[in-house]
């Protein structure tokens, strides 16, 4: 399915989120920037897994400018063109020794039946050590399921509750739970309020929510 919407996906974005103000750039922005500030030290290598185009792409090489960054994703024709628009970035199917792996908005699109398994992988990927920060979209919180139901691309979503992807992630015994928060409660707009997110996080109503796991040394 992406590889037909690769070329349009951006323009897709903006007309689904037409009456949210605001840079479609910002969301990728904002999560990478709450990333890079719950990583203790530079990561030698990045792995922006599911990366499509390569949104996130430009903001972990701003964060993280001394980390080598690499993307996969399943879309052909959306890693080609993340591939072409940023020379610096490297392809990462087949690749581990990961001291960070990012993952933003994939698992909605990964059937449940496969998720353990696809933890599992990225998981034998990771360094003794790394973390792993995982985005998705909050169920809870009505304009994300609106969003969600009206987007071209997101016709497979099956969304997974902040309870559920911590309980998934708990079955994997390699991995320690760091954090979980929620997220993304106001739109590009009203980006000046984002101070008061740290206190309203633990509140199920933001429009994203992340966790954080590190894999035992």
């Known amino acids: 399915m992406f590889d037909e919407v690769a070329d349009t996906y951006v323009d897709s974005l903006r007309r689904n989120h037409r009456f949210i103000p605001g840079s479609i750039d910002w969301y990728s922005e904002y ?4 990333t890079s500030k719950l990583i203790p030290s530079s ?30 994703d399943t879309s052909v024709n959306s890693i080609d063109i993340a591939l072409k ?34 933890l599992q992988q990225l998981t034998s990927r990771l360094n003794p050590g790394g973390r792993m920060i995982i985005f ?6 009505p304009i994300t399921r609106r969003l969600v139901s009206t987007c071209e691309f997101d016709q497979d979503a099956e969304l997974i509750s902040k309870a559920s992807m911590i309980k998934l992630l708990q079955r ?18 009203f980006r000046f309020l984002s101070f008061f997110e740290r206190f309203l996080s633990l509140i199920p109503l933001g429009g994203q929510y992340f966790v954080l796991v590190k894999k035992l040394d």
């Open 43 to 72: 990561p030698t290598k990045i792995l922006d897994f599911g990366c499509g185009i390569g949104l996130s792409v430009p903001h972990l090489h701003h964060f993280f400018p001394s980390s080598d960054i690499l993307a996969e």
């Open 31 to 34: 999560k990478v920037r709450i």
């Open 136 to 141: 998705e979209h909050n169920p809870f919180n």
């Open 172 to 189: 994997n015994s390699e991995l320690r739970l760091l954090k979980n928060r929620y997220c993304l409660y106001f739109p590009p707009l």
């Open 85 to 118: 628009s940023f020379s610096f970035l490297q392809f990462g199917k087949n690749v581990s020794g990961f001291d960070l792996i990012f993952v933003a908005g994939v698992f909605h699109h990964i059937p449940s039946s496969d998720r353990r398994l696809v």
